[in-house]
């Protein structure tokens, strides 16, 4: 059934204020476009198949949305979704708060979990999550999703899953660890942390561990937001939800920031050509195009 929430393709247009310089060479101005709104809170968005997909948390629901047909639902329960993303056989990953695990959906539409306790302890709740080329899925755990007397891990950590279905560690020293994902080249793993305003870089070595975390870039010059989650174009750009969508440069110099009318969280590239960034805020979803494509997650993140 479609929502009445998008009875139109594009619900408004919504004004767009773009740092001028280096950040207007990547983001074509006048853009921004709201195509979903009168939700509750919007995160996770992803491009599959054609399709935006979006979690939103309270609602217990991920929704999808196409230019054509407009917002429908997806899955309804969705285990309080949150971030989501593809594997290298294009199966859908998420993040799942309430149930505090991390899910795939198999070819048949059954949802299984591939994470739920480490050690023998139930994860805290995992937020945002990225597939790496060799399968391996690494995860954020900050403890948004779980009230402090249902805890069972007394650490928020970066996780990585790997083929053999072996759960590892990766860094553990995060205030609240958040938003995930790769360089082009896989060579580097961004990790925000909400809580320090900050976004940690680390090298991954050829086996997939971490090492030699450091801060990236701080952000601590908003004093309303940290950040959120965030994506990497073709480029090694970052694009980082931080009340608007702060953008990076690959050596963490800040190029400017779009700002938008509510609070982004999260952003995902899509479109045939990849250059739509659509972006969740709050009970809305908007969608401004640029000039250079981004990377997608599973087997198309290096755009094939």
């Given at each position: 059934m479609i929502l009445a929430v998008c009875a139109m393709i594009l619900i408004g247009a919504a004004p767009m204020e773009m740092d001028q310089g280096e950040l207007s060479a990547i983001v074509k101005p006048d853009s921004l476009r709201q195509i979903a709104k009168n939700?509750?809170?919007?995160?996770?968005?992803?491009?599959?198949?054609?399709?935006?997909?979006?979690?939103?948390?309270?609602?217990?629901?991920?929704?999808?949305?196409?230019?054509?047909g407009g917002l429908t639902k997806f899955r309804s329960p969705s285990g309080n979704s949150n971030g989501l993303t593809l594997d290298n056989q294009g199966h859908l990953i998420a993040c799942e708060h309430g149930n505090r695990r991390v899910s795939r959906t198999e070819p048949d539409g059954t949802v299984k979990a591939l994470v739920e306790k480490y050690e023998g302890k139930r994860l805290n709740s995992p937020n945002d999550v990225i597939v790496r080329s060799d399968g391996s899925v690494y995860f954020s755990d900050p403890p948004y999703g779980v009230k402090p007397e249902q805890r069972e891990l007394d650490f928020q950590g970066v996780f990585r899953f790997s083929r053999d279905g072996a759960l590892t560690l990766e860094a553990g020293d995060f205030?609240?660890?958040?938003?995930?994902?790769?360089?082009?080249?896989?060579?580097?793993l961004y990790v925000t942390d909400t809580g320090r305003k900050h976004i940690k870089a680390f090298d991954v070595r050829p086996d997939g561990t971490l090492v030699n975390g450091r801060v990236f870039a701080d952000l601590g010059s908003d004093p309303a937001h940290g950040p959120d989650s965030m994506k990497v174009d073709s480029r090694g750009n970052l694009f980082v939800a931080c009340g608007g969508i702060w953008v990076?440069?690959?050596?963490?110099?800040?190029?400017?920031?779009?700002?938008?009318?509510?609070?982004?969280?999260?952003?995902?590239?899509?479109?045939?050509?990849?250059?739509?960034?659509f972006i969740t805020a709050g009970p809305s979803v908007y969608r401004v195009d640029l000039n250079f494509p981004g990377l997608l997650p599973g087997r198309s993140r290096k755009g094939k």
């Open positions: 939700l509750r809170f919007t995160e996770g968005p992803l491009w599959k198949d054609g399709t935006l997909l979006f979690s939103d948390i309270p609602a217990d629901t991920i929704y999808q949305w196409t230019a054509e205030d609240k660890p958040n938003g995930v994902a790769f360089s082009p080249d896989e060579k580097i990076f440069d690959k050596t963490g110099k800040h190029l400017g920031t779009i700002s938008l009318p509510e609070s982004a969280s999260n952003c995902a590239f899509g479109e045939k050509d990849y250059t739509a960034l």
